[in-house]
């Protein structure tokens, strides 16, 4: 019995056990449950108000109580569900009738802030429906005639809308097919008729539609707001029409969702237009729409094609981060302030044909993932393409323009961080067979090289200046010595490192921060590896002879500069070979050219000089500095010889016997690339060259024969200087421009096989 005992406690206690541990886990599944699911009440609640049915009563009630919200009378429809279904037509009619009456006669506003708004709902049938038409006032101005219920600065608001209207026609007769003056309202007002024409819906006062959801359509056609809109956050679920809606006061959609098909075609924003993160789920037709002030679209995402063609945008258009995943379309639109495209991400083609940039175009860290079109655009003098950072592939994407001018369109401050969009820019149109626009890319690519080559030779190197230098640049005696220290234990790798500083404080911080970035900015400070004296004059070297293709041939890109710098040196070369063979001496018997020829030679020395400087000057980025290199090749040495040639006089046998001579076995075209400009010493060679017949009346020609021989390779007749009796000065001047020649007909090869398709196959794998 007494061991019975003690097992029948045991048994109960431990079934205690049990259903303590039962009900302590039941209590714990409970309040995790608890934890679940009270906060979803409450966040509901957040996002889906409570809302009030609305009946005819309150409708009226609200009508007779306007709230005044910012200075302005407001009827306050917020967190109501308003029924516009077809099977409450008694209750739709009636809406639209008693808000048509008080809106219409009265500039009351309208707040649906928070609303759900089942069926369709026509926003348009809310306001007051008036003619427009134009009248001729006093001295035959044109002004429209409105209904007398509006107040001046309602008319005022009214009228600005034939000036929109007439800016627009303009804009169309000089090839832009904007759609604007064939609106109704548009004919109307810019018509001398006296009758009505058309109506338009006039809605006075402020329409806010914030978090409103509309279930059904949207119709606001036709419709001219003279106050504010506000439709911040606003869910459109079914099709919304804008066409032709004028929007006199700001208009914002900020985080706004269109879920279905979305049409603002005609549209007229007079004020800020704020598409902040609005959300087109379907269509986002803005065809032939006006943005008279600035157009924010930042981070929206257009999920279909986004229309935008024949748009007028008179102030800045701000398209940054915008994801458009579907196309978007430009085409025809007219950009008078700034376009901002900056991180936009273009998944499929974009079009901006025919488009007029009047400011720069900012694509700046972009994505272009398929094809973007700017076919037949029009830039601007102050227009360009900001390319810096852009994210472009070739081999997936394109870039498409107007050969031989959309390669101007592009610019890139430093070379530093774009080297890869330049690159791939060049490929680009390289495999579009667009050679002089990847050539254009490739002229900015050296430019850019040659700028930074020249920042690293005349710069202060922040490891290797000294402590005076360093004091001369604007740091302080305190922050050059830091500085001092500092490289002695680890060069500075980039100017931030500057800013590691100690003994800075906040304010010295922020002031070393920007004087570092304005003396980067200005091209007085680097930061990098010191240079040493050969590696500073092979550098020098190296910006020396970038400068002077650069220059002379655009970096083998311009064959028209090659052709004048070329045309204007045979020309002077040919006038000093004429001068030093035909004017010899003035005494004691004078040899010196008849008139005729000295005014033949002079008038074609005039001729090919001008037409070389005019393919110097049409086709050179900086024709003075290209003519001034010039210059300082073919001037001074040739002068020197010829002062001293002249100086010290001739006395030689056969004076009387022209310098130059020519072969006389046969004429002809002749490609003399071995040719050198002294015949040999060999008695059979002197049987062969003649001397040049200066009784001849074509004499002067042979001289510009000569000098082309010599710099191109290429002459009609064989002409060179005789051995025998030759002042070596004339024979330095000829060896001299010779040596010339092995260098520009290099360049010349050079330059058409950048510029020729297929000459030299070897430059498209760059």
Request: aromatic share 12%.
């Amino acid at each position: 019995m007494h061991n019975l005992f003690f097992k029948r406690r045991g048994t109960q206690r431990l079934n205690a056990k049990v259903r303590r541990g039962v009900f302590l886990h039941t209590f714990v599944l409970l309040c995790v449950l608890l934890l679940l699911f009270l906060p979803l009440p409450a966040w509901a609640a957040q996002t889906q108000p409570e809302r009030t049915p609305l009946t005819l009563e309150l409708l009226q009630e609200r009508l007779r109580t306007p709230m005044l919200r910012e200075g302005n009378l407001t009827v306050d429809l917020q967190k109501v569900v308003i029924d516009l279904r077809p099977e409450n037509a008694s209750f739709r009619d009636a809406f639209y009738q008693l808000l048509r009456k008080e809106l219409g006669t009265k500039p009351l506003g309208l707040d649906l802030s928070y609303a759900l708004i089942l069926g369709d709902f026509v926003g348009s049938d809310l306001g007051l429906r008036t003619p427009l038409y134009a009248k001729a006032m006093s001295g035959d101005k044109l002004r429209g005639v409105y209904a007398p219920i509006f107040t001046a600065t309602e008319q005022e608001e009214l009228e600005r809308l034939r000036f929109v209207c007439l800016e627009s026609l303009a804009m169309s007769t000089t090839g832009y097919a904007y759609a604007l003056p064939n609106s109704k309202d548009c004919r109307s007002l810019l018509g001398t008729e006296s009758t009505p024409s058309s109506e338009i819906t006039v809605f006075r006062g402020v329409l806010t539609l914030v978090q409103t959801r509309f279930n059904g359509e949207v119709k606001f056609s036709n419709t001219f707001f003279l106050q504010s809109v506000d439709a911040q956050g606003a869910t459109f679920l079914q099709p919304t029409n804008w066409t032709e809606t004028r929007f006199a006061r700001p208009v914002s959609f900020t985080s706004a969702n269109f879920q279905q098909a979305s049409n603002f075609q005609g549209s007229i924003f007079f004020e800020k237009a704020n598409f902040k993160k609005i959300k087109f789920q379907e269509l986002a037709d803005f065809q032939g729409s006006i943005f008279e002030k600035t157009a924010n679209f930042n981070q929206a995402t257009f999920k279909q094609l986004a229309k935008f063609t024949s748009g007028q945008w008179q102030g800045n258009a701000d398209f940054s981060d915008v994801d458009f995943a579907n196309q978007a379309q430009f085409t025809k639109a007219d950009f008078n302030q700034f376009l901002l495209l900056t991180e936009a991400t273009f998944e499929q083609a974009v079009s901006f044909r025919e488009v007029e940039f009047n400011q720069l175009v900012n694509l700046q860290s972009a994505n272009i993932l398929n094809q973007a079109d700017f076919s037949d655009a029009r830039f601007a003098t102050e227009a360009c393409l900001s390319v810096s950072g852009l994210t472009f592939n070739s081999n997936q994407a394109k870039i498409l323009g107007n050969p031989g001018q959309i390669g101007k369109m592009f610019c890139i401050p430093t070379l530093q961080g774009n080297q890869n969009i330049l690159r791939n820019l060049g490929q680009n149109f390289r495999q579009q067979q667009q050679v002089a626009d990847a050539n254009e890319l490739e002229y900015t690519k050296q430019r850019l090289r040659l700028i930074e080559l020249g920042h690293r030779l005349t710069a202060t190197n922040i490891n290797s200046a000294t402590v005076a230098s360093l004091i001369k640049l604007g740091f302080s005696a305190t922050q050059a010595q830091a500085i001092a220290q500092r490289r002695l234990v680890k060069s500075f790798r980039n100017s931030s490192e500057l800013l590691t500083l100690a003994d800075i404080d906040l304010e010295k911080y922020t002031q070393l921060s920007t004087d570092v970035q304005q003396l980067v900015a200005r091209h007085r400070l680097i930061v990098g590896e010191p240079l040493s004296i050969g590696e500073w004059l092979l550098q020098a070297w190296s910006w020396l002879a970038l400068s002077v293709l650069l220059l002379l041939s655009g970096y083998g890109t311009n064959f028209w500069l090659v052709f004048g710098v070329g045309g204007l040196a045979i020309a002077y070369f040919g006038l000093l070979f004429w001068l030093v063979d035909r004017c010899r001496r003035l005494h004691p018997v004078p040899i010196i050219p008849t008139s005729y020829e000295t005014i033949s030679i002079l008038v074609s020395f005039s001729v090919l000089e001008f037409f070389s400087l005019l393919a110097i000057f049409r086709n050179a980025q900086q024709p003075w500095l290209t003519l001034g290199c010039l210059l300082i090749i073919i001037v001074p040495v040739p002068v020197a010889l010829l002062i001293r040639l002249y100086q010290q006089g001739r006395y030689h046998d056969l004076i009387n016997v022209s310098y130059f001579t020519e072969d006389g076995t046969f004429r002809q075209l002749r490609l003399l690339i071995g040719r050198l400009p002294v015949i040999p010493r060999n008695q059979t060679f002197r049987e062969r060259y003649m001397p040049l017949q200066s009784d001849r009346r074509w004499n002067w020609l042979n001289y510009y024969d000569f000098s082309l021989n010599n710099l191109v390779k290429l002459g009609f007749n064989d002409i060179r200087l005789r051995d025998e009796h030759l002042p070596g000065i004339i024979s330095a001047l000829a060896w001299y421009q010779w040596s010339l020649g092995l260098i520009y007909i290099t360049l010349v090869l050079w330059t058409l096989s950048r510029t020729i398709p297929g000459l030299n196959l070897l430059i498209y794998l760059k």
